[in-house]
Structures are given as C-alpha cells and as structure tokens.
C-alpha cells in the first residue's frame, strides 16, 4: 500500500546509520508509522533508535539464535512442536510466538505470516515491529515523557545496549525536530 505521507526518507535512515535501504522497506515503515500511529517527532525518534540497536541498523531481521528456548512456551503460544524455531523472533524489533504471530496475521490479514520467521522477516521487518509496538502500548508510554532508558527496558526486558539506543536516539533528535 502506498503511503502519501513519508514520516522517513532513505536519506534519514542513512543519516542514522542504516545502509542498502529499498524503496520497499521505506515504504513498509512508513506504513507501519502511520497504521501503528507512530507519528510524533518523539514517537518516531524512539521506535527508530530502537529498532536501530535491535535490528543492528537493519542487518538483522531474526533472532540470531534456534528458537528452541521458545518451544512449548505456553505464554507465547507455542503449544505445537517447531513452534520455538518456526515463530522466534522476527523484524526489527522481535516479535517472538505463535500468539503474537497470529495477532499480526490477523492485524495484516495475510494468513502466510503463519508460515513463520522467514516470511515475516522478509516481508514485514517494520510492520512486525510496530505491532510489538502497539501491542505493548509503546506510544502511551512514550507521550508520558519515557526517557530512553525507560523505553528500552520495555522493549529489551533489560538495559542491553542502552548507551546504543541513547545513540541512535540522540543521532535522530537532530533528524526529526519538533
């Protein structure tokens, strides 16, 4: 679906860091800003800087390890064996689970995200992203004046990576103002 409005340009993911960037996967984020209704100057400035540290600005689209620690995860839905392997973690910031994987199927109405990993990573780095994003009420946190520091314990469980996040926060206040 084309996006009339672009809320990032090639040229400002090239300015943060990211390289070899598609007209799709721009067009597959700008979507996903505005179906995800990520579209304050500080809304997009802490999706990216998180998305940047969690996809290696954007060389990673999966978990880089097996998934077998998410088999049998009841709390993911993985009930079926293969579930770990076939639904880790995928786009940009990793939407990990059967359950979670089904919610964006359905979100997406496209039922071959159920295939797994490989076809969400391919197809939806950014749009897999700003589901996790809405499903953990990302925007709200952020427009009660969550620091970086907040935002990536939400998103990491911890504080993996935080001076990176800082970074690319700090790197994208300068790319969108206010």
Known sequence: EQVENKYVTIEQL???GWSDITDE????LNYSLKKYDITTPERIRHFLSQCSHESGLGIWTQELASGDDYEYR?????????????YKGAGY????????YQRFA???SDPKIMDGVDYVSKNYPWSSAGSWWNANGMNQII???ASVKQVTRRVNGGYNGLAEREK?????EELFGN
């Open 14 to 16: 090239n300015k943060l």
């Open 25 to 28: 996967q721009v067009e597959d």
């Open 74 to 86: 009841e709390d993911l839905g993985n009930i079926y064996q293969g579930d770990g392997p076939r």
């Open 93 to 100: 910031i990793q939407l990990t689970g059967r359950s979670n």
């Open 106 to 108: 359905d979100e997406m």
């Open 143 to 145: 427009d009660s004046g």
């Open 168 to 172: 690319y926060y700090q790197r994208s």
